[in-house]
């Protein structure tokens, strides 16, 4: 089925990802690994109904959702020790480029 093929492929660059969020500052790192969370969240429903994926529309409860940003957010806060070592600094763009593969 090519949705369970993209949506694993969406994972693999979820987690790829969650790697390039140390290159962030902290305050982009929470929003995009919120938003990483979250749609990957839908990802899992949508594999978690099968054939009827499509049925009706595939969503993260407001309940649930809270759970998730919660939970990204807490992932990003064990990170904040490292930051202090290591504190965020904006990349020259012609590195961004390099790391990202876009020419």
């Given at each position: ?14 987690h ?20 990483r969370?979250?749609?990957s ?9 099968g ?12 309940t ?14 064990c ?11 904006p990349a ?12």
């Amino acid at each position: 089925m090519l949705t369970l093929r993209l949506l694993h492929e969406a994972e693999r660059f979820y987690h790829s990802g969650d790697e390039g969020l140390w290159d962030l500052s902290f305050r982009s790192a929470c929003g995009v690994s919120v938003a990483r969370s979250v749609y990957s969240e839908i990802g899992r429903r949508v594999v978690a109904r099968g054939a009827r994926a499509w049925d009706e529309r595939a969503y993260v409860s407001g309940t649930r959702k809270i759970c998730v940003v919660f939970g990204a957010v807490a992932r990003l806060i064990c990170s904040v020790p490292a930051r202090v070592v290591r504190p965020w600094s904006p990349a020259p763009l012609s590195i961004v480029r390099k790391a990202s593969n876009v020419h």
